[in-house]
């Protein structure tokens, strides 16, 4: 599909063809999870193809991968294509064993989503991989972690909870020169927001939990790369299992149809959110990258000039009493575990997305007793600024 601006590709990528009699707009769910054939020779010529067993995919697989293809690769050079799969950390296990096997080694952000950091610790070497944990804002010190068996480099676009944003340009350099994989995690800001692979990246993973789907409705993850890279990975994941259900690849689809305006309201709401929190006494610091106090400021704007998504996170002061206390009084704002919903969350990341940590990988992870995310939804800002201010 050849079109003017990605906010199209949202609406219309995937859609069924128009053929035939009586063509659905709307894609219908493949429930079954298994094709019947009427002989050996054409069941044989699916077999062939990994057709016709929903482990290996169906339409909406295969629609969904598409659409997320054609908004991740708007304005790059070369092919990318798409896997869905089961969950945002499937996705970034898929890309790690799709390039690293026994005595290799993987560098990550130090401030990577607690899970991706606890899996990364505790699961990976019992595939025989290391990992080492660095600051990315720093690419001397990725440069010096790296060894002559370094397959794979991780970060995230916006990181959760803090929203730092990476220099990726020069990360994919330093990465590259060593010859190494860039695999950069773009569920914050979307490809509504940024595309990584314009920047250098090798390798994008989403969890399609968040805001790609957008109503805290679905459990999904996408991995995405060149045509090559991803049949290596698409091999993997056929023997390996971690299939995203149809009903699931379905409502994703049907998220990314209002992606790019839920995008521009979440990180509308998300800055006037933060302004307010940091000039609220209660608080003690604010985090988020389009705020002119921020240290990535100026970086984030010639990243991504539109916003930078839906997450920010502030530090109260009187540390997790206070976190109680604002919890309690909250009327609108919901604690939830997850991100990305139409509605305005908060999370505790101690309790939450880090808890797999331990109380001095926390601190250096920056993640303190009094540190709240909050996803900005799409309610009006007043009513969430008035909820916010009668609980603080």
Not at 24 to 33: D, F, R
Not at 34 to 57: C, F, K, N, Q, S
Not at 129 to 157: H, K, W
Not at 334 to 356: E, K, Q, W
């Amino acid at each position: 599909m050849s079109v003017a601006h990605p906010d199209t590709i949202a609406v219309h990528a995937g859609e069924p063809p128009s053929d035939g009699q009586d063509p659905p707009v709307t894609p219908p769910i493949t429930l079954s999870s298994a094709a019947g054939y009427p002989d050996l020779e054409t069941i044989e010529a699916a077999m062939v193809a990994h057709r016709g067993y929903g482990r290996w995919g169906t339409d909406n697989h295969r629609q969904l991968e598409a659409a997320v293809a054609a908004l991740e690769s708007f304005e790059v050079g070369g092919k990318v294509e798409a896997l869905a799969v089961a969950s945002g950390m499937a996705a970034i296990g898929i890309a790690i064993l799709t390039e690293a096997n026994a005595g290799d080694h993987v560098v990550a952000a130090k401030d990577c989503y607690g899970t991706t950091l606890t899996f990364l610790r505790d699961d990976l070497p019992r595939f025989g991989i290391t990992a080492s944990f660095v600051d990315v804002q720093d690419l001397e010190q990725v440069r010096s972690a790296m060894t002559e068996r370094t397959r794979v480099v991780i970060c995230e676009i916006c990181t959760n909870p803090l929203i730092r944003v990476p220099d990726l340009q020069g990360l994919a350099s330093v990465v590259h020169q060593a010859g190494a994989l860039l695999v950069a995690d773009n569920t914050i800001p979307t490809p509504a927001l940024f595309r990584p692979f314009g920047a250098g990246a090798d390798v994008v993973v989403h969890s399609a939990t968040k805001n790609l789907s957008g109503h805290a409705d679905v459990i999904g993850g996408i991995v995405l790369g060149r045509p090559a890279w991803i049949e290596g990975a698409r091999e993997l994941v056929r023997t390996f299992g971690p299939s995203l259900g149809a009903f699931d690849a379905w409502l994703t689809l049907r998220g990314i149809r209002t992606l790019a305006v839920r995008m521009e309201r979440h990180a509308s709401n998300a800055l006037a959110l933060a302004g307010f929190l940091e000039r609220h006494a209660a608080v003690q610091r604010v985090h988020y990258p389009m705020l002119e106090s921020s240290p990535f400021y100026e970086r984030t704007r010639r990243m991504m000039p539109s916003g930078a998504g839906a997450l920010l996170s502030f530090e109260l002061r009187g540390g997790r009493p206070a976190v109680d206390r604002l919890v309690k009084r909250l009327k609108l704002i919901r604690l939830m575990p997850s991100l990305g919903n139409v509605s305005t969350t908060i999370s505790y990341p101690v309790a939450t997305s880090h808890r797999g940590l331990a109380p001095d990988e926390l601190l250096r992870a920056g993640i303190t007793p009094g540190l709240v995310r909050c996803s900005a939804g799409l309610e009006r800002i007043d009513d969430l600024v008035s909820d916010l201010e009668a609980a603080l």
